[in-house]
């Protein structure tokens, strides 16, 4: 089971960086504090990811994972204007 929780904690982790990406390059500030807020929680889960804490890790990073869908250049539903 720890190797499960460890592959879904890495999974969770890389997604929110990547969604965190998207944000940070089309929000231009508007949604700062709750990007802090993701930011905090997503280097939360991997400094417990570092420390083999990949239950808390995953759980951090599901976290993160919520509060950045919520933002409107992370929804993978947003229509394109090109």
């Known amino acids: 089971m720890n190797s499960a929780t460890q592959h879904d904690a890495q999974v969770a982790i890389a997604q929110v960086n990547k969604r965190l990406a998207q944000a940070d390059g089309e929000s231009q500030g508007m949604q700062s504090e709750q990007i802090t807020v993701i930011r905090r ?4 889960a991997q400094q417990a990811f570092n420390e083999q804490d990949y239950l808390t890790a995953r759980s951090l990073a599901l976290k993160a ?10 929804t993978p539903h947003q229509p394109s204007s090109h």
């Open 41 to 44: 929680l997503r280097d939360s």
């Open 65 to 74: 994972s919520v509060l950045v869908d919520q933002l409107p250049a992370a």
